[in-house]
């Protein structure tokens, strides 16, 4: 069943509608809309698609939502299972669920606490990961914080102050014995870099200190560097 009010747009049942400019855009059923969306709040509790690109104040999935466009909104925050096909612009992100980014992602907080997975290039001002993520591209940020739980990937890692920390609790002591745990990166470039429990090819930076369980390639810095014994770092050069 589909209703429909002055600024608003509810789908409850099976239904599918047209694009449009609506005050409130709530799926709560089975429900597609075909065209651009946009909207003050953007809600999906059931199974929604949008057939284009959605720019709203917040959206929120809680469901399994489909955007099959761009993305632009203040705050996203998904919970169940999101998924957009082009770029994302965002100011907050949070990621609790399952998050699927086709295109580049630009956000001023990210805070990851689910499992989440970015075909392009992320940029933002505060990366804060504790799930499990894997970036295609490069992601830079001005603090970037990244507590080890399982195994994360990215193809690069640039920005002002870079941490890698191993997750401390009894589920991460259970999934080290049963899964890979580690975050695997080419390469890493900042001014001050604490990593454990990585693999990279390069980590180029200003201070640099290599915690525990770390299998480096090559160490450039141009300050200190600190290397824990529990750690191989194959070649180191000062610069």
């Known amino acids: 069943m589909q209703t429909e009010k002055t600024g608003e747009l509810t789908i409850n049942g099976f239904g599918s509608t047209n694009g449009g400019k609506f005050e409130t855009v709530q799926l709560n059923g089975n429900g597609t809309i075909n065209g651009d969306v946009m909207c003050t709040n953007f809600v999906c509790n059931g199974t929604g698609t949008v057939n284009g690109s959605l720019s ?34 965002v100011k907050k992100l949070k990621v609790s669920g399952k998050g699927f980014f086709g295109g580049n992602v630009i956000a001023e907080t990210i805070n990851l606490n689910g499992k989440t997975y970015m075909d392009g290039n992320c940029e933002t001002d505060i990366f804060v990961a504790e799930g499990q993520f894997a970036i295609g591209g490069l992601l830079s940020g001005d603090e970037i914080n990244i507590h080890i739980y399982g195994e994360s990937k990215a193809k690069e890692i640039g920005g002002q102050t870079i941490k890698v920390k191993q997750k401390i609790g009894t589920l991460l002591k259970f999934l080290k014995n049963m899964f890979p745990v580690g975050l695997e990166v080419e390469g890493i470039e900042g001014d001050n870099i604490e990593i454990e429990y990585t693999k990279a090819k390069v980590v180029r930076g200003h201070h640099i200190k290599i915690g525990p369980n770390c299998r480096i390639d090559l160490v450039e810095y141009s300050g200190t560097f600190i290397q824990d014994k529990n750690s191989v770092v194959k070649e180191t050069k000062k610069i």
């Open 56 to 89: 709203a104040s917040s959206a929120r999935i809680t469901g399994n939502g489909k955007i099959n466009g761009n993305l632009e909104t203040k705050v996203l925050n998904i919970e169940g299972r999101g998924s957009i096909k082009g770029y994302s612009l």
